[in-house]
């Protein structure tokens, strides 16, 4: 039996395409489950011209694909209310301060508020002093705020936002989102480490070999190159995506399951990461930019649209991360993404050590694999040896998997409802804290300096491969390969 959370969330770009695609069916599947039920808001706000009526049939364009029962849906529609407001003018926060005021009375909730900022950055730390200035801030309950990515620019962006930040909020009332870390996949990585005595007890250097984190997308730049061109694969999926799953695969145990453990935990590994020199860049990374490829379809990266004919962006990054820990010593963690690979898929490969023990035999033990497959469709795979079925006794690989089932699919909230649903519950274990935060610009700034300089080499690819031949001896180096093929 699930209870009631009573809150008011106000969502700023309340009319953008991330409310009407991904918050307000959120919100939605939270009602039809029961975690919200009479006690609840949402205000919503943006510069458009609308009224209640407007805004609310919105609403009910965005949630008819989830709607089963209408009756059910007005009844939720009705929480909803709305404000054209400017953001950047303080005086306008006057009428959404008399708005979230009278849908707080209407509904009976006492403080409790939550403000979604789903906005342009540059707009995050003029909102979150303009709530506490105009006096928009519950004085009872929690205030709380979520922030969608990207969280900076650099480490030096992110620190000015940071400090604009705590001006109203203190680190505690930051909800940073990371969509990646509300996949369901994602959080299974603790279920399996801490879950299972045979892998807790096997997490570190004496068994594993090397962990990879892929995650990999066929598509080109489409139409953003305008963005991406600025951004690159280093900053669009490393500095986020991918070092917030290497915290679940490289922290410690933490004390208990508590937001406040599970960050200490990250923390202590991310304190513990290796920031790279000018060498070590160009020793542990590989950046690369996809040329054409066997359908016309695929052109070159610079043939794109938008994309400055003498652009140096990297549209595919390797790398091997070093943990200055006892658990990791020795352990590469190697990342990689790119655009136009083989294959669209986000996964984690565990690689443990090859047995020792001597068969005798033309074919010895080789390396067991625990894979995580995050997308497109959750599965876990588990490579083991296994004795062949031959006269001689020699080895051979097996494979055990389990895949998402389309039940289990279903019943499957969305990283958005889970990432709602959280705040409310004020759980932070599944948003970055500003450690982590800062930690991973540290590490990304010194690799983005010596690209910027053009201090490293610029690889090309083919568009449906799964990267330059630099990324496959980066791990060759140490006697390593990538698990996933394509």
Do not use: C
């Amino acid at each position: 039996m699930v209870s009631e959370i009573k809150t008011l969330v106000t969502f700023f770009g309340g009319t953008g395409d991330l409310a009407k695609r991904k918050l307000y069916p959120s919100v939605f599947n939270l009602y039809k489950k029961g975690y919200l039920q009479k006690h609840f808001a949402i205000v919503g706000t943006a510069r458009q011209a609308l009224n209640d009526d407007e805004f609310k049939q919105l609403v009910r364009d965005s949630i008819k694909d989830f709607t089963d029962d209408q009756a059910q849906a007005e009844a939720f529609i009705e929480h909803f209310s709305y404000r054209a407001h400017d953001v950047t003018d303080a005086a306008s926060y006057a009428v959404l301060k008399d708005a979230i005021e009278e849908a707080a009375d209407k509904f009976d909730i006492d403080g409790n508020r939550i403000f979604y900022m789903s906005v342009a950055p540059r707009f995050f730390g003029t909102i979150a002093k303009y709530l506490k200035s105009e006096g928009l801030l519950a004085d009872t309950g929690y205030n709380r705020l979520m922030i969608e990515k990207p969280f900076g620019t650099s480490y030096n962006t992110a620190a000015e936002l940071q400090n604009d930040l705590e001006n109203a909020f203190d680190d505690n009332q930051l909800f940073r989102i990371d969509h990646y870390l509300g996949k369901e996949m994602v959080q299974n990585i603790a279920a399996l480490r801490f879950g299972n005595p045979i892998f807790d007890a096997a997490w570190n250097k004496d068994y594993i070999k090397n962990v990879q984190v892929t995650l990999s997308e066929v598509l080109g730049v489409e139409e953003r190159a305008g963005y991406y061109d600025t951004a690159g694969a280093l900053l669009d999926m490393i500095q986020n995506h991918t070092m917030q799953i290497v915290g679940w695969l490289a922290m410690e145990k933490p004390e208990s399951f508590t937001d406040k453990d599970i960050r200490a935990a990250k923390n202590a590994a991310f304190n513990a990461l290796k920031i790279y020199d000018e060498a070590e860049v160009n020793k542990y990374f590989v950046r690369a930019q996809y040329g054409a490829g066997d359908s016309a379809d695929f052109k070159p990266y610079l043939e794109e649209l938008d994309v400055p004919a003498d652009s140096k962006n990297n549209t595919f990054i390797a790398g091997e991360l070093q943990f200055d820990l006892p658990r990791w010593e020795g352990v590469p963690f190697y990342v990689r993404s790119g655009k136009r690979l083989a294959a669209k898929q986000t996964r984690v490969d565990i690689v443990f050590k090859a047995g020792t023990f001597n068969f005798g035999s033309e074919q010895e033990a080789q390396e067991a694999v625990l894979s995580i497959i995050i997308d497109p469709k959750g599965a876990i795979e588990l490579k083991l040896n296994a004795k062949s079925v031959e006269d001689a006794f020699n080895t051979r690989t097996i494979d055990l998997g389990w895949t998402v089932s389309d039940e289990d699919k279903k019943n499957t909230p969305e990283p958005y409802e889970r990432m709602i649903h959280d705040t409310m519950n004020g759980d932070g274990s599944n948003f970055a804290d500003w450690n982590g935060v800062s930690i991973a610009w540290k590490f990304v700034d010194a690799i983005s300096a010596v690209y910027t300089a053009d201090k490293a080499p610029l690889e090309t690819y083919k568009s449906g491969s799964m990267g330059p031949e630099a990324s496959d001896k980066l791990l060759a180096a140490n006697g390593d390969a990538w698990v996933f093929k394509g």
